[in-house]
């Protein structure tokens, strides 16, 4: 069982990129997937989910109308497209599953996922 983040790197205030969530031996329409960020001496926040049966999403009022989370159930793949990036997402983005489906507050909520993958920097600088 894995999860493979990538897609992180450095980007301009402004810029895009598109984080990618890759799963191996098991499938994620049965999951709800989320994506947190951690930035430095900061705690782990939770950013945006998607539920695998439905495509249910929710997202942290910081990245509203600048992020889009979308799967892929062919490819077993979660995306997170970030646009309009700031400094301020700056940070170590991690993919996690949790098993069952969420909504609301709860599917962002850390408690409950419980297999999280590595994470991938993004760094959002001039």
């Known amino acids: 069982v894995q999860l493979q983040a990538s897609g992180g790197g450095l980007v301009q205030p402004g810029g895009s990129l598109r984080l990618s969530c890759a799963a191996s031996?098991?499938?994620?329409?049965?999951?709800?997937i989320g994506w947190f960020r951690q930035a430095p001496g900061k705690e782990r926040e939770g950013v945006s989910c998607?539920?695998?049966?439905?495509?249910?999403?929710n997202y942290a009022d910081s990245v509203k109308g600048r992020f889009t989370i979308s799967r892929d159930n062919a490819k077993n793949t979660v995306y997170l497209q970030m646009n309009s990036l700031k400094p301020e997402d700056t940070a170590v983005y991690y993919c996690?599953?949790?098993?069952?489906?969420?909504?609301?507050?709860?599917?962002?909520?850390?408690?409950?996922?419980?297999?999280w993958g590595q994470g991938t920097q993004v760094t959002v600088s001039s």
């Open positions: 031996a098991f499938s994620l329409d049965v999951y709800t």
């Open positions: 998607i539920r695998g049966n439905d495509g249910y999403t």
């Open positions: 996690a599953t949790a098993p069952g489906y969420y909504s609301g507050s709860y599917c962002i909520s850390m408690a409950l996922y419980d297999y």
